[in-house]
Nanobody, 125 residues
């Protein structure tokens, strides 16, 4: 069983920064591609960012390019989402996800196999 635990959410003002952390625990020796999604109230969950298991490939939603950076510790299932220049529209529950069987580079929900419980990010104007 793979478990993902997110941390780092909170309340910030527009223009400020925040860093989310996700730690995945699973089968020893398995490194997962990992990603972040978010869901605002009344909206569908949407893709934010993804990083390959090696860290060499990253993918971003257009809405966060240039403001958010996904990174990971080499060889470990710990991933970060550094968020800068936050906007009120970034307010959402942010979910960490890990991909073991899904297609490489997928930015769809069904491209990920395991999910965290989510952490709330609120950006005030």
């Amino acid at each position: 069983q793979v478990q993902l635990v997110e941390s780092g959410g909170g309340l910030v003002q527009a223009g400020e920064s925040l860093r989310l952390t996700c730690v995945a625990s699973g089968r020893a020796g398995t490194t997962y591609a990992m990603g972040w999604f978010r869901q605002a109230p009344g909206q569908a969950r949407e893709f934010v960012a993804r990083i390959s298991w090696s860290g060499s490939n990253t993918y971003y939603a257009d809405s966060v390019k240039g403001r958010f950076t996904i990174s990971r510790i080499n060889g470990k299932n710990t991933v970060y989402l550094q968020m800068h220049s936050l906007k009120p529209e970034d307010t959402a529950v942010y979910y960490c996800a890990a991909a073991e069987y899904g297609p490489p580079g997928s930015t769809l929900e069904n491209g990920f196999d395991y999910w965290g419980q989510g952490t709330q990010v609120t950006v005030s104007s």
